[in-house]
Structure formats: C-alpha cells, structure tokens
C-alpha cells in the first residue's frame, strides 16, 4: 500500500516504513542507542530528501528520547544542571547546524558532507566499541588471573584548568562550565547536518572527557537530545520547511512497538556480546557509506534544484 | 504548395484560430479524461486520456501529443574523483526544464516530422530545449542566429544526464504507439503520470504532422494538484511554519509520552 508523503512528495509503500521504524526501533530498544544514523541513511537510501530524511528523523528522535528521558527523570538519574549547559551548548550547535545545512546545501555538496561525517563517526565509535568489548570479554573470560590495580587518584589534566568552576551535585563533580558547553554544541551542530540524537558521541565524551558517572551519563544525554532535537525540528519546519509530519508519525508508531520489544530481548542477552554486535552493526553501515564514496557511481551526474535565491 | 506552407505558418501562428478562414484547413480540438489530477496520500502513479478530434485530416497525417511538466531551473553537476572520493563539481544550471515531458505518437517521431520541425518546436527527447545561459551565448553564423556552447561537447553529456535522471523516475518518456487513430478523425492518447509526477500546472499540447510539418494543434490544460490531508499538511507547513514545527513536537512528545506510560505500568 502506497502512501504519499506531503512534504517529501514521494510515494512510499507504508508497510516499508513501519517495518523500518520497528526494526530500527527493534535495535535502539535492544542496544540503548537511539538510532538516528541508521534510520537517515536508510530513508535517503529509500528516496527521501536528504533535507527531509534529516529534518523529520530529528523530529522522531523527539519521540524516542522523551520516553527515555521520562523514566530517568522518574528515577532522578539526571544531572540537570549539566543537562542545561550542554542544552545550551546544543542550542547553539543546533542553529549553527542548520545555517550550515543550508549552506552546504546551496553548494551541492550536503549529501557527500552527510556521508563524511557518517563514515568519520561511525568508523571511529565502532572500531573504539568493537575493541573494547572484545577486551572486555577476553578480560572476563580470564578474571580470575589478573585484577588490575585501577588508580584512584586521577590526574590533573588540561581540562581542570580551564575557569568559571562550578560544582555539579548529581554528578559528584566540581568542572569548568567550559567543556559541557562545547561538547553541546559540538553534538548540536551534528545532530543537525546528520539527522541524529548524537547520543552516539555525547556518551563517550561524557564518559571519558567530563568523568561522569555512568548512572547519570543516559539519562542527562537523553535530556539533551530531546530539548536539541524539539529545536532542530522546530528550526528546520520554520527555515527549511523540510519536517514530515506524516513520514514522523509512521517511524514513530514503528519505533515506539520495536523499541519495546528490542528492549525485553536485550535483556537476554549479555551486555559484551550485546555491545559486539552493535559495533559490528556500526561498522557494517559505515563500510557501505565509504563503498558508496567511492565506488564508481551508476550515474556520474547529479541532477540538483538550483540555488534559490535568497536564503 | 506554397500556398499550403502558407496557411500551415498561418495556422502555426494562430494555433487552429478558426478565423483563418480556408474551409479545408486542418483543426485539432483536444480534451482530457480530467483536468485536474489529485495527489492523495493513496497516489500511486495516475493514467489519463487525452481525445480529440481532428478535422481535414488526410491520409499520411500523424498526431502527435507532447504533455509538458512545470518548468523549474535545474543545477546538473559532475562527479569527479577527488582523493578516491567521488565529489559533485562543475555545476551547469539550466533554466526551465520541465519537471515532467512526455511525447506520444501514431508513429516514430523521426519518420513523422522532420529534423528541423522537431527540433523548433521542441518535440522529442533529443529535441527538447534545454537551455544553460551561463555556458551558452548565441552568434551569428552564415547570417543565422546559432546557439553556440562554451564547454563543447560536456553540454550534450549534461543534457542527457538531465534526460536519463528524469526518464528513471519516467518523468521523461517517449512511445511511438501512445496515439491512437479512432474512426472519423477522431483520436485518443494515454498520458502516464508516475508516482513522482510534481504538481503544477500542465499543458498537452496536440500537433497534427503532414509532410514533416505541424499544421495544426490544439492546447490542453493539465493541473496536478495535491488534495485532501496532503494539501492541508503541505499548506500548514509553508504558510504556519512555526505553528506545524510545534505541533510536530507536540505529537512527538505525546508518543514518546505514551509509550514511557504503557511501559512503565507492565
């Protein structure tokens, strides 16, 4: 059964797109992951814009991350008061991003820096996953030999020194307001030239850069992502009028059933083996994307709307 | 002869003006199955017939019918290999090309008009104008005005990239059987509109071919217009754009919503 996306106008089976929500849904509920650098390249793939693949998949992950966010902020497993300063980061980042999206749009040149930017990321956080749980099996398999002495006292490191310290209670940190707001921006401007959350990113870097406790590490993300991405889609229907409500809706119901499934499943599964297989997910995606770079095209022209003026 | 040619650029002119008088000059009159075309969200690709009639038709005469698209300016730009990486380059923008350009004929195009006629009034694939002014300007040559191309022979691969993208999505297409010749000269033609057709205003345009020349036509209009939901949507969204944004979030938030309630009471 076709269905006629308004805002995309391309006709698309339905039943195409409610499986892709529920399997990617699927795969976010199972790994935790939100699942937005899967789901735009496989709308792109399937014909959508790249400007409305981008625009609308924000407008989906507003829906994922709400629900996630929701039940950390039930079990107050949030720092708030970071969560508002990569916010603020993040809002920036987010109308930087979308001034950028159209400008590289304007050039011709979007889908290639889409495209960068994906096999860049997802090459680089699926090799560092894949590596580290591979270790960690083979760390669990031998646990019993050797117990690394980990060192309590952390090193005083460049990031320290930076100024307008402030505590961060739910953290249990005393930081520069300085990094938080970077790395917000930073995944802000992303998020939108790539159509993800960048959960993705922002994890690893609270994790490694800002040494945050993992309890708190999710849930602040998840508050994040859901107030840049509520911006990106707001900025993007208001700019670029490039968000489909209708193509929304469908990954969403898709997503919001897939999730819910994938997450009863994870819990079956270890958490190594788990983290394996999402790399290699990764990985997969990011070798097809540099195939495509590369591989010679069907067709070596590009047929583009001209440049409006104006904007 | 002469006198013939003469009434036929008459005719051109006038675009069967029924005030040209001759009794036995040849009339095209053409309408369509319908005139607007509904995009809903079931829409998969639309067929419509275009009939007619002609009149003074004679034995050897063709019809042909070329159904035009809105036309919309187009930057085509090459993939070249930088660094291993395939990198759009080179853009050439053309100016009003159809968004869609279909030509149906009783028989091949190249045996109904000549090379010249088919190329004046853009009937063909290979004879559609499509125009790049920034790489174009035209001279005089042999006292005849001619369109000369800057970048050689790169403008006719643009050209036919232009072509080959368009047919893939069968926005472009060209049958030599699309015609048929009802009793009476009476006629009728299916026009295919894909599941990509855009919307716009169309025109179909009916040509009648004796000896190689257009002697008469007939001008139909088309509307392709989205209706229902699809319109409703697409109009919130260009002219309440902050308003669509928010309410987009909102049912995203009610969703997200919804599930974290069902989930969290199992």
Known sequence: MQIYLPIAEISVNIFILLGLGTGIG?????FGVGGGFLMTPLLIFIGVPPAVAVSTEANQIVASSASGAIAHWRRRTLDIKMGVLLLIGGSAG???????????????????????CYVGFLGIIGGLMAIESVGAIIKRNRSAHSAQPVSKRRKRRMIDRLPFKTRFPASGLYLSVIPPVVIGFFVGTLAAIMGVGGGFIMV?????????????????????????????????????????????????VGGVVGAQIGARVGRHVKAEELRIALALMVLVVCAKLGWDLVATPSDLFAILPAREGGH | MIAELAAAALMLQGQADPVTGADNAPRVVAALSQEVVEIRSDFAGAEIILFGAVTGMEEDDDLVVVVRGPAHDLRVMRKERTFGIWINRAP?????????YSVASTRPLQEVG???????????????????????????????EVTVSEIGEEAAEYRDAISRDRRRDRLFAETTSGVTMLEGGLF???????????????????????????????????????????????NFAHDYAWLYGLVAIALALLFGWGAAAIFSRR
Request: aromatic share 8%.
């Open chain 2, 188 to 234: 009728r033609a299916n026009v295919a509109l894909p599941p990509a057709t855009p919307v716009g205003d169309y025109t179909a345009d009916v040509y009648l071919f004796r000896d190689g020349r257009p002697v008469a036509s007939g001008t139909v209009e088309l509307g392709v217009r989205k209706a229902g939901l699809e319109r409703i949507i697409y």
């Open chain 1, 204 to 252: 690893p870097a609270m994790i490694y850069v800002l040494r945050m406790p993992t309890n708190v590490v999710v849930g602040t993300s998840l508050f994040q992502i859901l107030f840049v991405t509520a911006l990106t889609t707001f900025l993007q229907a208001t700019q670029n009028q490039t968000v489909d409500i209708v193509l929304a809706l469908l990954l969403i």
């Open chain 2, 92 to 100: 050439v923008r053309f100016e009003n090309v159809p968004s869609y």
């Open chain 1, 94 to 116: 987010s109308i930087a991003g979308v001034q950028l999206f159209a400008f590289l749009r304007s050039l011709g040149q979007i889908d290639l820096i889409i495209s960068l």
């Open chain 2, 114 to 144: 000549a090379f010249s006629a088919l190329r004046r009034e853009g009937i063909g694939l290979q004879h559609l104008r499509l125009v790049a002014p920034d790489t174009e300007h035209t001279e005089v040559r042999l006292g005849v």
């Open chain 1, 26 to 30: 699927f795969l976010s509920g199972m």
